[in-house]
T-cell receptor, first 110, second 115 residues
Framework: QQPVQSPQAVILREGEDAVINCSSSKALYSVHWYRQKHGEAPVFLMILLKGGEQKGHEKISASFNEKKQQSSLYLTASQLSYSGTYFCGTESNSGYALNFGKGTSLLVTP | ETGVTQTPRHLVMGMTNKKSLKCEQHLGHNAMYWYKQSAKKPLELMFVYNFKEQTENNSVPSRFSPECPNSSHLFLHLHTLQPEDSALYLC??????????????FGDGTRLSIL
C-alpha cells in the first residue's frame, strides 16, 4: 500500500526551509528518501530504520516516527540544487519491496 | 553516473512490435528491479530479481517479460504493448533484496512511447 506524501508541491526562495511528509497506513520497518531531477535517475538520499532515529545529509535531514507511521524530510537553507521531486519509499517488513509515494515537487527560486 | 546503465534512452514502437529494454549495473549488486513511472503516479514496482531468481512479479501483464541472465544484466522484453504502457521504465539495483538498509541505485530510465 503506497504511502501518502504532502505537500504535493512547494515553491521556495533560496535560503528558506521546507518539510516534506510521508505517511503510511501500515506499520513501517524503514523509510527511504530519494530525489529525482527532471530527465534524470532518482538519487538516494537516506534510509531511516525503525527506532525513531534522525539522519542528516548536509542540510537535509529526516526523522522517522514509527508510532505515527510517518517520516519527515527537512530541507534547511534551501539551495537551487535542491529543486526536484522527492519520493519516499516505505518498507512494511524487512526484506520486502518498497512502496513509493507519488512524490513532492520542490522548486527553489533565486 | 549512477553505476546503472539503461539502453535505449528513448524508444518509440507500434503496438505490434517486439523490443527489449536493457539494464546493466557495475556496482556488484545482487538484486535488480524494474519500475514503471507514469506522470502523476507513484513509482510502480514491476519485477524483482535476487541472485538471478525472480522473487517478485507485481501482477504485471504478460506482454512484459523480464529476463535476468546474471546479476549484472536485466532485460525487459516488450510485445504487443498498449498505449497506456507509455511511460518511463526505470531499472534499479541494490545489495540484496532485503532493502532495509540497502539503498537502491537507479538508472536514467528508458522513455517508452507506444503509437
Amino acid at each position: 500500500q503506497q504511502p501518502v506524501q504532502s505537500p504535493q508541491a512547494v515553491i521556495l526562495r533560496e535560503g528558506e526551509d521546507a518539510v516534506i511528509n510521508c505517511s503510511s497506513s501500515k506499520a513501517l520497518y524503514s523509510v527511504h528518501w530519494y530525489r529525482q531531477k527532471h530527465g534524470e535517475a532518482p538519487v538516494f538520499l537516506m534510509i531511516l530504520l525503525k527506532g525513531g532515529e534522525q539522519k542528516g545529509h548536509e542540510k537535509i535531514s529526516a526523522s522517522f516516527n514509527e508510532k505515527k507511521q510517518q517520516s519527515s524530510l527537512y530541507l534547511t537553507a534551501s539551495q537551487l540544487s535542491y529543486s526536484g521531486t522527492y519520493f519516499c519509499g516505505t518498507e512494511s517488513n524487512s526484506g520486502y519491496a518498497l512502496n513509493f509515494g507519488k512524490g513532492t515537487s520542490l522548486l527553489v527560486t533565486p | 553516473e549512477t553505476g546503472v546503465t539503461q539502453t535505449p534512452r528513448h524508444l518509440v514502437m507500434g503496438m505490434t512490435n517486439k523490443k527489449s529494454l536493457k539494464c546493466e549495473q557495475h556496482l556488484g549488486h545482487n538484486a535488480m528491479y524494474w519500475y514503471k513511472q507514469s506522470a502523476k503516479k507513484p513509482l510502480e514496482l514491476m519485477f524483482v530479481y535476487n541472485f538471478k531468481e525472480q522473487t517478485e512479479n507485481n501482477s504485471v501483464p504478460s506482454r512484459f517479460s523480464p529476463e535476468c541472465p546474471n546479476s549484472s544484466h536485466l532485460f525487459l522484453h516488450l510485445h504487443t504493448l498498449q498505449p497506456e504502457d507509455s511511460a518511463l521504465y526505470l531499472c534499479a539495483s541494490s545489495q540484496g533484496q532485503g532493502s532495509s538498509n540497502q539503498p537502491q541505485h537507479f538508472g536514467d530510465g528508458t522513455r517508452l512511447s507506444i503509437l
